[in-house]
């Protein structure tokens, strides 16, 4: 996971509001219920030392759904405020959370923030007829953040029995206008595909027209696309389909993510490029060393010692006194490993600590290796 959308969160002051919270809106008290659920997160955060402009900026983003529109449609939201009173992060979870969060601490508690986050997956859905189709782009954060309609010629389109000798001429054009729609198609999925990096393609739609555009796909769309039956791109048509099975590829996409991950550092470690344990980590850390940080989702109740920097990080006062730092303090591992990890512009992914080689709770790949690297 590319990790620098909290970049924001780390250059704001501390103390922080963390919440994870149940937003879910859709009974008919929802209102009510939701305002109910608001008022005990605020008392709860002030009764932790948050002051008060800290509380109503949480109080009045939560409080959003009741306004309607898409915040409403969220079941579950993650919120980090700074001292300040700066809502530094705001971001929708996959539901409601599993594990709901209501911190005031010298430092944003985000590893539950991140195991519950909605899938960041980049990734395209295409709802096709023999006109055009509707493009929807899902970025890195997973959210919809463009929406495109592509439209051909409808001259012909329909293929008539006109009967004797114009009806070979008909039906020759009719496919020609097909064929020329879904090529407008595909050169524009194309283009989604090599500027986002998406990961999957979903083409619903009419038969035809989604055989034509896989037809005209280029490779880079086809190694990653993905046809499904169902869905129509017609007012009112029911997407719910299409809606569904874009959210099961994005948790198997999420799943193939940690299997990689781990499968990376058992590779890699075979040819001296991860390291495994905090103090190991922490070392590559320092150093910029680190491509990956795979975190357990169940971390160990460790403290590491920081400084002002991201990369002031030790696993004990002699390490920060080899770093120059007088007036380090001391923060949960997890905290102070994804610190440093946007600090070194390393991705970040967070895996069922069963998953972990060894039970470990951290492990990471690395760039480069130097001669104090253990092989």
């Known amino acids: 996971m590319d990790v620098t959308f909290l970049a924001p969160v780390f250059a704001a002051p501390?103390?922080?509001?963390?919440?994870?919270?149940?937003?879910?809106?859709?009974?008919?008290?929802?209102?009510?219920?939701?305002?109910?659920r608001v008022r005990a997160i605020s008392e709860e955060l002030a009764a932790?030392?948050?002051?008060?402009?800290?509380?109503?900026?949480?109080?009045?983003?939560?409080?959003?759904?009741?306004e309607g529109g898409q915040i409403a449609t969220l079941r579950g939201r993650a919120l980090i405020v700074a001292a300040d009173g700066t809502v530094v992060l705001d971001e929708a979870l996959a539901d409601a959370p599993r594990d709901p969060v209501t911190a005031w601490?010298?430092?944003?508690?985000?590893?539950?923030?991140?195991?519950?986050?909605?899938?960041?997956?980049?990734?395209?859905v295409v709802v096709a007829d023999r006109v055009g189709a509707d493009?929807?782009?899902?970025?890195?954060?997973?959210?919809?953040?463009?929406?495109?309609?592509?439209?051909?010629?409808?001259?012909?389109?329909?293929?008539?029995?006109?009967?004797?000798?114009?009806?070979?001429?008909?039906?020759?054009?009719a496919e020609n206008q097909w064929e020329e729609n879904a090529g407008r198609v595909a050169d524009q999925v194309h283009d989604v595909v090599t500027r986002d990096g998406s990961r999957f393609v979903l083409l619903a739609g009419d038969v035809r027209a989604r055989q034509l555009i896989a037809d005209k796909a280029s490779k880079e769309v086809s190694d990653v696309l993905v046809t499904m039956d169902g869905g129509g791109r017609a007012a009112g048509a029911d997407r719910s389909v299409i809606d569904a099975r874009a959210t099961e590829l994005i948790a198997?996409?999420?799943?193939?993510?940690?299997?990689?991950?781990?499968?990376?550092?058992?590779?890699?470690?075979a040819h001296g490029l991860a390291v495994t344990g905090t103090a190991l980590v922490v070392e590559a850390l320092r150093k910029a060393q680190v491509e990956t940080l795979v975190l357990a989702d169940q971390p160990d109740d460790e403290q590491l010692f920081?400084?002002?920097?991201?990369?002031?990080v030790g696993v004990s006062s002699e390490d920060m006194a080899a770093l120059g730092v007088s007036d380090a303090a001391q923060v949960p591992a997890e905290r102070a490993l994804l610190h440093a990890a946007v600090g070194s512009d390393a991705a970040v992914v967070v895996v069922p600590r069963g998953a972990m080689p060894g039970d470990i709770p951290v492990a990471a790949v690395l760039r480069y290796t130097d001669a104090s690297t253990p092989s």
């Open 306 to 312: 920081v400084g002002s920097s991201p990369l002031e």
């Open 135 to 173: 493009i929807s782009v899902a970025g890195g954060t997973g959210q919809q953040v463009e929406t495109q309609q592509v439209d051909g010629d409808t001259f012909h389109m329909r293929k008539v029995q006109v009967g004797g000798w114009a009806h070979n001429t008909y039906m020759h054009t």
């Open 105 to 124: 601490s010298p430092t944003p508690d985000l590893l539950p923030v991140l195991r519950q986050l909605a899938g960041r997956v980049p990734h395209v």
């Open 48 to 66: 932790q030392g948050a002051p008060e402009p800290v509380v109503d900026a949480v109080r009045g983003t939560l409080l959003q759904a009741n």
């Open 252 to 269: 198997e996409n999420e799943a193939q993510e940690s299997a990689r991950a781990i499968e990376q550092i058992e590779s890699a470690s």
């Open 14 to 36: 501390g103390p922080y509001a963390t919440v994870c919270a149940d937003v879910t809106h859709v009974t008919e008290n929802a209102d009510t219920e939701l305002d109910l």
